[in-house]
C-alpha cells in the first residue's frame, strides 16, 4: 500500500472509521524540510548524499534559516556554499501553506484560508488584543467529530494535517506580521491556541511534533505555557498530552449531564463526563498555577440553566479540579439548530460559578462579520447543511 492510501483508524463521530493517511508527498518529490526535527533533517541531508560530518553542520544552519530567520528560499541561506544551492533547491523544499484568501474583520480579527499542497482549503485565526496576539491553530482538514453547534464539525474529515503544515500556520503568521527573525520580545503574536479545524488529540504525533518545533527555544521558541491544546475530550491521549507536549489543556465541556453531553458532543458516548473530568484531575502538569480550562458554549434552553451552572460547580470540586471556565457565547452559522443564550442567562450562569469559587469569565466573539469566531470556520469546499450531513450519517 502506498504511504497515502495508507489507512488508519481514527475515530468517526463515536467510534474508528479508516480515513487516509495524512502522509502525502509533493508532486515533484522534493523533501519538505519544515516540521523536521534538526536530526531529521541531518538524515535527509545524508540520504541525499552528503557526508555525515557536512549533513550535521548543513543542518543546524538550515534549521536557523528556517526558524530564526523565516528564509523561505537556499540562496538567501550566505553561509552555505554557493555552490550547494542548486544541489539543496533541487531536492528540498521550505513552505508555506499557500494563501488563498486573506480577510481582516472590524475589530482586528484576521483569518486566512489557506491550502495544502494538494488542495485541501483550512483555516487559520490571528486575534489581536491589548497585551498579546493569539494565534488559532487547525490540526485537521474539517474534522471528524461532529459536534452538534459546530461548523467544523459539519464538515466531512479531509485529511489530518502533517507538521509543516501545523508549524507552517504559525511561520506563515509570522510572515504576515512581520516578526523575523524570532526574538523573544516585542512580539505581536505571543499565544497559540489549538482551536482552529479538527480535534488536535485525534492528530497527536504531528500536533506533537509540530509543537515541538514551536517551543524549541532554537526554533520559534514560544514558551509551553502561552501555548493552549483544546480537546473535545479525547481521554486516552490526554496523559500523553501532558507528558509528551506539556502545553495548556482545555476541555470543550458545553455540558454537565450524560443526556445533553451525549447530544451535543457525540464523543461523549464514548467517553463519559466521569472519565474525562477524571482525565483532567491526572492531567500531567495541571496545578493552581497551571490551571485547566473548561469551555462551555452557551446555548439558549440546552445547556444554560442556573442548575447546570450549580452543577458544574459540583463537579469541579468533586474531582478536586485546578479550573478555570470559559463561557462561549454560542455563535450562529447557516442551519445551525441552536441559538446563543440571552445576556442574561449567561450573566446568571457565571455568576454561580463565580460564587462557587472558579473564575468563569465571557469570551467575546472576535471575528464574528468575516466567519472566524469559535466554531465559524468552514471552507467553501464544504457547504452543507446541517440537516444535509445528518441525512447522509444516517443513510
Ligand atoms: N476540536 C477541538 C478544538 C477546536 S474547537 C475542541 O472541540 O475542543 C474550539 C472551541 O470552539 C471548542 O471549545 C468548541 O467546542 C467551540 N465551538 C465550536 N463551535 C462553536 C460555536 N458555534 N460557537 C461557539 N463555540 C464553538
Ligand atoms: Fe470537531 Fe471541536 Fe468542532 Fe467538535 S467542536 S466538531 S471536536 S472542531
Same mark, same amino acid.
Given at each position: 500500500m502506498s504511504a497515502d492510501t495508507t489507512l488508519m483508524p481514527i475515530p468517526g463521530p463515536i467510534d474508528p472509521v479508516p480515513v487516509p493517511r495524512a502522509t502525502v508527498s509533493r508532486a515533484d518529490g522534493r523533501v519538505e524540510l519544515v516540521g523536521l526535527s534538526k536530526d531529521q533533517i541531518r538524515d535527509a541531508l545524508e540520504s541525499a548524499g552528503l557526508e555525515p560530518r557536512q549533513a550535521k553542520l548543513r543542518a543546524k544552519q538550515l534549521w536557523h534559516w528556517i526558524y530564526n530567520r523565516g528564509v523561505t528560499d537556499v540562496a538567501l541561506m550566505t553561509d552555505i556554499a554557493k555552490a550547494q544551492h542548486p544541489w539543496l533547491a533541487e531536492r528540498f523544499h521550505i513552505a508555506r501553506p499557500a494563501v488563498v484568501e486573506a480577510q481582516v474583520s472590524t475589530d482586528g480579527t484576521r483569518k486566512w484560508l489557506l491550502q495544502t499542497h494538494d488542495g485541501h482549503d483550512f483555516e487559520m485565526v490571528f486575534i489581536p488584543d491589548a497585551d498579546r496576539g493569539t494565534l488559532c491553530v487547525s490540526s485537521q482538514v474539517g474534522c471528524t467529530l461532529n459536534c452538534r453547534f459546530c461548523h467544523t464539525g459539519t464538515m466531512r474529515l479531509v485529511r489530518n494535517l502533517e507538521p509543516h503544515e501545523i508549524v507552517g500556520q504559525v511561520m506563515l503568521a509570522r510572515d504576515s506580521l512581520g516578526e523575523w527573525p524570532s526574538q523573544p520580545e516585542g512580539r505581536m503574536l505571543t499565544n497559540i491556541v489549538m482551536m482552529g479545524m479538527g480535534e488536535p488529540l485525534y492528530n497527536f504525533d504531528n500536533v506533537r511534533d509540530a509543537l515541538k518545533i514551536v517551543m524549541d527555544g532554537d526554533g520559534l521558541g514560544l514558551s509551553k505555557r502561552r501555548i493552549t491544546l483544546s480537546t473535545s475530550g479525547v481521554v486516552p491521549m490526554m496523559e500523553r498530552c501532558g507528558d509528551e507536549i506539556g502545553v495548556n489543556l482545555a476541555v470543550s465541556l458545553h455540558a454537565v449531564t450524560k443526556e +445533553?453531553? !451525549?447530544? &451535543?458532543? $457525540? #464523543? /461523549?458516548?464514548?467517553?463519559? *463526563?466521569?472519565?474525562?473530568?477524571?482525565?483532567? =484531575?491526572?492531567?500531567?502538569?495541571?496545578?493552581?498555577a497551571r490551571r485547566i480550562t473548561f469551555e462551555y458554549v452557551m446555548?439558549? !434552553?440546552? /445547556?444554560?440553566? !442556573?442548575?447546570? =451552572? @450549580?452543577?458544574?460547580?459540583?463537579?469541579?470540586?468533586?474531582?478536586?479540579?485546578? =479550573?478555570?471556565?470559559? #463561557?462561549? $457565547?454560542? /455563535? $450562529?452559522? $447557516?442551519?445551525?439548530?441552536?441559538?446563543?443564550?440571552?445576556?442574561?442567562? +449567561? @450573566?446568571?450562569?457565571?455568576? &454561580? *460559578?463565580?460564587?462557587?469559587g472558579i473564575s468563569a469569565p465571557v469570551r467575546t466573539p472576535r471575528g464574528r462579520d468575516i466567519d472566524a469566531a469559535c466554531g465559524q470556520l468552514k471552507t467553501a469546499a464544504e457547504k452543507k447543511r446541517r440537516s444535509q450531513v445528518d441525512a447522509e450519517r444516517a443513510a
Open positions: +445533553i453531553r !451525549d447530544e &451535543i458532543v $457525540p #464523543l /461523549n458516548r464514548k467517553y463519559g *463526563i466521569e472519565e474525562l473530568l477524571q482525565a483532567c =484531575a491526572d492531567y500531567p502538569g495541571a496545578n493552581n446555548l439558549k !434552553d440546552k /445547556n444554560d440553566s !442556573d442548575e447546570h =451552572a @450549580r452543577e458544574l460547580v459540583r463537579l469541579i470540586r468533586h474531582y478536586r479540579l485546578p =479550573a478555570k471556565v470559559n #463561557l462561549i $457565547p454560542f /455563535n $450562529p452559522w $447557516p442551519g445551525a439548530p441552536y441559538d446563543c443564550s440571552t445576556p442574561e442567562r +449567561i @450573566r446568571s450562569f457565571s455568576n &454561580i *460559578i463565580f460564587e462557587g
